[in-house]
C-alpha cells in the first residue's frame, strides 16, 4: 500500500481504552476521544467509553468479529489501516480506538507501521491491559506470594497457518496463565495443557465482559473448562489463583454502585 502525503497531517492517535469501564481510561485517552474528528472503534468498546466523543464526531465501527464469512469477521486489517491514512491525509484529527491496550494482542504496531509508511505522525496511549483488568476486576491476583511467582499472557486464536502457543511448555512453566481470545477453542486449550502435565483439578476462571455493566464470571477446573458456559469476549485464567474468584451477585452489586 502506497500513498501521497499532500497535506502536513495531524498525528493519529493509537489509543487504547481499557477493559471497558469509561472510569479506567486513562486521561489522555479521554481528552483525545473528546478532541477527536474522527474516531475507529472496535467492536468491544464499552457504549459509555464513546460518550466522551464531541457530538460532531465521525464514530466509525471497524469491529472485527469471530465468525467465518465476511460479514461475521467485519471489517479486515487492511481496510482499518486505508482508513487510518484517508482520514489523517484528509485532515482530520484521528483516534484509533482499542478494547484494552493497542499493543497486547491490538495489531497497533502493525497501524504503526502503516502510518509510518504513509509518512504520518502516530502516538499510542496504553491502556490498562484486559489481561490484568479482567482477573483483578473479580478478585483474582494474576500473581500471589504463596501461590503464583509469574504469569503468562497467551493468545488462544490463532490465524490459519500461524503456529499456536507451545501449551505443554505453559504447562511446564508454572505460575498463572491468562488467555485473550480463547473461549472458542478452550477445548483444545485445557487438553494441550493437561497432556503437558497440568493437573485436571487446577482451578479455572472465566471472566465474561470484565468491568461492563454485563460482567460475569464462570469457575471451574481446567479438566470442565470445556463444558462451562462460557460466552466471548471473556478473558480465561488458569492457575491456583483463579480460585479466588468472587460470585457473580457480587460482582452486579459492584457494578450498580458505579
Known amino acids: 500500500m502506497s500513498f501521497d502525503l499532500e497535506v502536513d497531517p495531524t498525528p493519529v ?51 472485527k468479529g469471530p465468525g467465518p464469512s465476511v460479514t461475521e469477521r467485519g471489517c479486515s486489517q487492511e481496510r482499518i489501516n486505508e482508513l487510518l491514512v484517508l482520514f489523517a491525509l484528509a485532515g482530520h484529527r484521528v483516534v484509533r480506538l482499542k478494547a484494552g491496550d493497542p499493543f497486547v494482542f491490538g495489531r497497533g504496531r502493525e497501524e504503526a507501521d502503516t502510518l509510518e509508511r504513509a509518512g504520518i505522525p502516530w502516538e499510542v496511549v496504553p491502556g490498562v491491559s484486559s489481561a490484568l483488568a479482567a482477573p483483578a476486576s473479580v478478585g483474582i491476583p494474576v500473581t500471589h506470594r504463596s501461590m503464583a511467582a ?19 511448555a505453559l504447562a511446564r512453566l508454572g505460575g498463572t496463565i491468562v488467555v485473550l481470545m480463547g473461549v472458542a477453542n478452550r477445548a483444545h486449550i485445557a487438553q494441550r ?31 470442565e473448562l470445556s463444558a462451562l458456559d462460557v460466552r466471548s469476549p471473556a478473558v480465561i485464567v488458569i492457575g491456583a489463583v483463579a480460585a479466588y474468584a468472587v460470585r457473580p451477585a457480587l460482582i452486579a452489586l459492584t457494578m450498580k454502585s458505579r
Open 150 to 168: 509469574s504469569f503468562t499472557v497467551v493468545t488462544g486464536s490463532r490465524a490459519p497457518g500461524e503456529p499456536e502457543p507451545d501449551w505443554s
Open 193 to 223: 495443557l493437561m497432556e503437558g502435565g497440568l493437573a485436571a483439578d487446577t482451578p479455572v476462571a472465566a471472566v465474561i465482559d470484565a468491568t461492563h455493566r454485563t460482567a460475569d464470571v464462570v469457575a471451574g477446573t481446567l479438566g
Open 13 to 63: 492517535a493509537l489509543v487504547g481504552a481499557g477493559p471497558g469501564d469509561p472510569d479506567l481510561l486513562t486521561v489522555r485517552a479521554a481528552r483525545l476521544i473528546a478532541a477527536a474528528d474522527v474516531i475507529l472503534h472496535d467492536r468491544l468498546l464499552d457504549e459509555r467509553v464513546l460518550s466522551f466523543a464531541h457530538p460532531d464526531a465521525r464514530l466509525v465501527d471497524v469491529g
